[in-house]
Structure formats: structure tokens, C-alpha cells
């Protein structure tokens, strides 16, 4: 089973910025909202930003809006998360998935490894 490979995480200062990747997504989720979640170690997984493929309306959560920016890459296949003014409290694994927002995320299947995001103070 095909699974989405997430890219990109590492290790930044507080205040610094990462574009994570994620591929491929379309060719293995029958949708067209796709997201970015992520997951620190004792807590659930969260969503941190949402796409419509088709149009490329995008939202994020309150916490990001302003820092985070998410797009596609429809010919690669490819969704991002540009991350700027990174803070401690952000480091977390971060993976892509498809999004439906009726459904629980730990009802979602067919996860990738993540991606680490280590920010330091």
C-alpha cells in the first residue's frame, strides 16, 4: 500500500522557518482536501492546516495564521507547509493525510513516517 512520504523537518532555532513536503497525495486518497497534522509526544494528533486541491483555498489553525502558509504542486503531486517564526512549542512529528473534517482523525488510515520538527529556544 502506498504511502505519503513526508520531508523536510529538522532542526531550527526559535524564529525559524522550514517547508516541509509531502508526496504523493492525490494518487492515494480518493479526495480533495488534503491537510497537515502533527503530534508531540502524550498528546493527539491535531490538525495544523487544510487545502482544497482544486482550488487551492487553504485554512490553518488560529495558532499558525500569519506564520504557516500550505500549497500544492498539482503536476508533482506535492503539498507544503511553509513554516515561519517557528516556536519551541512546535516541535512535533508532522504528517499529511487527507482531511475530513466529519471524521476523527485517528479514524484516518494509510499514514506516513512524519517528518520531525525540532525547534529550540
Known amino acids: 500500500q502506498v504511502q505519503p512520504a513526508e520531508s523536510g523537518g529538522g532542526l531550527v532555532q526559535a524564529g525559524g522557518s522550514l517547508r516541509l513536503s509531502c508526496t504523493p497525495l492525490r494518487r492515494i486518497f480518493n479526495n480533495y482536501e488534503m491537510a497537515w497534522y502533527r503530534q508531540t509526544p502524550g498528546k493527539e494528533r491535531e490538525v495544523v492546516a487544510a487545502?482544497?486541491?482544486?482550488?487551492?483555498?487553504?485554512h490553518l489553525v488560529d495558532s499558525v495564521k500569519g506564520r504557516f502558509t500550505i500549497f500544492r504542486d498539482d503536476a508533482k503531486d506535492t503539498m507544503y507547509l511553509q513554516m515561519n517564526s517557528l516556536k519551541p512549542e512546535e516541535t512535533a512529528i508532522y504528517y499529511c493525510?487527507?482531511?475530513?473534517?466529519?471524521?476523527?482523525?485517528?479514524?484516518?488510515?494509510?499514514w506516513g513516517q512524519g517528518t520531525q520538527v525540532t525547534v529550540t529556544s
Open positions: 487545502i482544497d486541491w482544486r482550488s487551492g483555498r487553504s
Open positions: 493525510n487527507e482531511f475530513k473534517g466529519e471524521v476523527d482523525i485517528d479514524e484516518l488510515t494509510n
